[in-house]
């Protein structure tokens, strides 16, 4: 096994495939797949809200005009710019442009952390309002039906929190692509696995997306 | 579709190096990408686990020899069920044909060099074994008493007990679940062998296509549910719990979306073994090929829509009872499809009755058991009146005992060969099987009668009229647990000892025939190239009438 000398590229295609193409194919297929399991998942949260909603309308649109629209708006656009950002790289790789390629994984990961700091700022004003019903925390709810906005309170932190926790994630991968990028690791073979990425990126956004208006707009105003 | 001029080079097997010999040291299993390598590790963890919680049964079954409560404490008692339930289901019935079996045979059967993502393949055998010592760690340190259900708000209030450390230990195994049906679904579309049609697919295929998709959707909504209970016991999200607002029966629900797919999930790939067994011991290509393949896929579709079955007593609108009711009777219509086509295809077949033949004939039987008391339970009234009795404790075990089990230890028996390179000794294992049988329903057709009595399953302590019962179903696990060691015994001896087998000792239509016996880490020498149906026995025998392909 250690009869080869010259030292040469390693292949990228793996030893069970019969062409790149195969390869390609058979990982966006299981990225896609991964994606339905996470729909799944989110799946639960998104029907806990909608039964603890139905059983209390307006209990959810006060709780939500607690939330803070501009900031919440603020990283809706963040978060769909760096979408933009990792679908460009994405394209960058294909076309073997590798500054542009780092450039624009390094902005969608500031994009990604500007988001998760704004999360936390958001957390910790609830924090400071007597709105975050955690771990025996005080909930000071003056409306009514305080039991209702407190259940709104806490789907929004476990429905946010494992957004973000999604997004931390996607922030690990990224830094790995752009570590093995910045080495030139990534040699004939970029452009698939930043495509396979971005697919998981656009994931988390998309359900930003939905969570976006199910916390924030509710409210009617 | 094996042609025997290619099985008569590849038996000259000395001068090839398999996948057992590849590499001796410890590094090289535990670092191995081998699906094969992996299955055998897969193999190994969940025997494990299965001596873990058959031993936690033993303990029950003498225990409840008597009426009193004198064996253990009674929240011994509730900690032994507990984890009895939730080791046999979530550390050996779900990996147990899919991880171990389908990944040794899967890449095989479709002429591939391995599983599509062989990393993720190794990882997913680490899941599993990291989420096994989250839950033995919750048992060595005190035990879990909820029961394999979890039932909130006793899981996520009241229970004092390593709730948490088994919910982890769970979730994190769901993982394992997950990435082991995303890697076959993948690998089933994508690496095919040339001329591998849809329709020239065994049928042990379709079945784990379908399984893996019931393990791709359904697994993450256990996970969430876990995590929710998590939630609650960590920070007070009170998502099932009536004071902070929240609903029990939510986690009842979300529950059981997925457990009640997971129970097809171990059954599934069991019909699939007995879809290979059936045709090659009766030499015969099954009985309507294309309706076992696609009942398969409405059993995997009806699955997720008939949880509400479980909650008929629990607070649902009756009206959603009786949707649920109906739809869970449509699960028996592709069940029956498959019992009949699997009968069918013995009529007229030149029929023996190897071991994995005996397996897969009790599997028919205990199966149409085990679905037919499903029913019952169906029934709306009916089971007001066996709701968590014995006769749903008989009823499951029919299916995951009787159906599962009986199937995995057929394919066991039927792959050995191929695994291992050696043959299991006949004699002692066609008597293990009858053995097995025989304890089986002794062991659980006396649950019927006791649950239709109207004993409570989880009970400590019961009325003396039902000790006979009660005995007899002991005496009746005695029996099973020897049928189970005898296998354990003789297969390892013939690691030794066995004689050593041909490529294809059974003359069985299949890829995973025509490599060597044990197969190279590559398969194949060369990609084969598929050109005929899956099971064409008749011309198998009809080219090399004795000795066949060996």
């Not at chain 1, 390629?101 to 999360?119: E, N, P, Q, R, S």
């Not at chain 1, 004003?125 to 309170?153: T, V």
């Not at chain 1, 570590?179 to 930003?208: C, E, M, S």
């Not at chain 2, 082991?180 to 379709?206: E, Q, S």
Request: hydrophobic content about 50%.
């Amino acid at each position: 096994m250690r009869i080869e000398t010259a030292p040469r590229a390693p292949s990228p295609l793996a030893h069970h495939f019969d062409d790149i193409q195969q390869q390609h194919e058979a990982g966006e297929l299981g990225m896609w797949l991964f994606l339905c399991t996470e729909i799944m998942f989110f799946g639960g949260l998104f029907l806990a809200y909608t039964i603890y909603r139905t059983q209390d309308e307006a209990a959810f649109a006060a709780a939500s005009h607690e939330l803070d629209l501009f900031w919440g708006t603020v990283n809706t656009a963040v978060l769909l710019t760096s979408s933009l950002t990792m679908a460009l790289a994405a394209h960058a790789a294909e076309s073997f442009q590798r500054k542009q390629l780092l450039a624009l994984l390094a902005a969608t990961m500031v994009l990604g952390c500007v988001f998760i700091g704004i999360k936390g700022m958001e957390y910790h004003h609830k924090y400071i309002h007597g709105l975050m019903p955690l771990m025996g925390l005080p909930f000071e709810w003056h409306g009514a039906s305080s039991g209702h906005a407190e259940m709104f309170f806490d789907l929004y932190f476990l429905m946010t929190g494992v957004h973000a926790l999604h997004m931390l994630i996607g922030l690990g991968v990224l830094l790995a692509l752009l570590v093995k990028a910045n080495r030139g690791g990534l040699q004939g073979d970029f452009a698939a696995p930043v495509r396979i990425t971005g697919l998981y990126w656009h994931f988390v956004d998309i359900v930003w997306v939905f969570l976006f208006p199910l916390l924030y707009l509710i409210g009617a105003r | 579709m094996p042609s025997p001029s290619t099985a008569g080079a590849v038996s000259n097997r000395t001068p090839k190096r398999d996948y057992l010999s590849a590499g001796y040291t410890v590094r090289s299993w535990l670092l191995t990408t081998d699906h094969k390598r992996i299955a055998i590790l897969y193999l190994l963890s969940i025997t494990l686990f299965f001596v873990i919680g058959g031993l936690a049964a033993t303990v029950v079954r003498l225990d409840l020899m008597t009426p009193q409560a004198d064996l253990v404490e009674t929240e011994t008692f509730n900690k032994l069920f507990t984890a009895h339930g939730v080791i046999m289901v979530f550390f050996f019935l779900i990996p147990s044909i899919p991880a171990v079996l389908g990944n040794f045979i899967v890449p095989l059967m479709l002429g591939a060099r391995d599983l599509a993502f062989p990393r993720l393949n190794l990882l997913s055998w680490y899941v599993y074994v990291l989420g096994g010592l989250f839950t033995v760690y919750a048992l060595l340190a005190g035990g879990v008493d909820t029961g394999w259900t979890f039932y909130a708000p006793y899981s996520s209030t009241y229970s004092n007990t390593y709730v948490m450390a088994t919910a982890v230990g769970i979730f994190i195994t769901g993982f394992s679940s997950i990435l082991t049906g995303l890697n076959f679904i993948v690998t089933i579309h994508k690496m095919r062998a040339p001329g591998l049609t849809w329709f020239r697919l065994p049928l042990f295929i379709w079945s784990i296509y379908a399984t893996s998709i019931i393990m791709v959707l359904g697994t993450p909504v256990l996970a969430i549910s876990l995590f929710l209970v998590g939630m609650e016991r960590l920070l007070g999200i009170g998502i099932f719990d009536p004071r902070l607002g929240g609903d029990p029966i939510l986690f009842q629900h979300l529950f059981w979306f997925y457990s009640h797919p997971a129970v097809y999930i171990m059954i599934l790939p069991s019909m699939g073994v007995v879809s290979e067994i059936i045709p090659c011991f009766c030499r015969k290509r099954p009985f309507g090929y294309s309706f076992i393949g696609f009942s398969s896929f409405a059993i995997a579709v009806f699955s997720f829509l008939v949880w509400g079955h479980h909650l008929f007593v629990s607070g649902q609108s009756i009206y959603a009872g009786m949707v649920f009711s109906i739809l869970s009777y449509l699960v028996a219509i592709p069940s029956a499809v498959k019992v009949f086509n699997w009968t069918a295809s013995l009529h007229k077949g030149s029929i023996s009755f190897e071991t994995p033949m005996l397996y897969a004939l009790g599997f028919v039987g205990l199966f149409t058991m085990g679905g037919l008391t499903g029913l019952f339970v169906a029934a709306l009234a009916v089971d007001v009146h066996v709701h968590d009795t014995y006769f749903i404790v008989a009823h499951f075990h029919y299916i995951m005992v009787g159906g599962a089990v009986m199937g995995y230890l057929g394919g066991i028996h039927f792959w050995w060969p191929k695994m291992t390179g050696r043959l299991y000794p006949e004699g002692w294992a066609r008597f293990s099987a009858i053995l097995i049988f025989v304890g089986f329903n002794l062991t659980f057709f006396p649950q019927y009668i006791l649950g239709y009595l109207g004993m409570p399953r989880r009970y400590h302590v019961y009325p003396e009229e039902f000790q006979v019962l009660n005995v007899m179903s002991s005496a009746g696990a005695s029996i099973l647990g020897l049928g189970y060691f005898f296998p354990l015994t003789y297969l390892i001896w013939s690691l030794m000892y066995g004689k050593i087998a041909s490529p294809n000792p059974w003359r069985a239509a299949g890829l995973e025939w025509q490599t060597t016996s044990p197969p190279p880490t590559d398969n194949f020498a060369e990609t084969p190239v598929v050109v005929d149906e899956a099971y064409d026995y008749q011309h198998i025998d009809g080219v090399s009438p004795a000795g066949g392909a060996t």
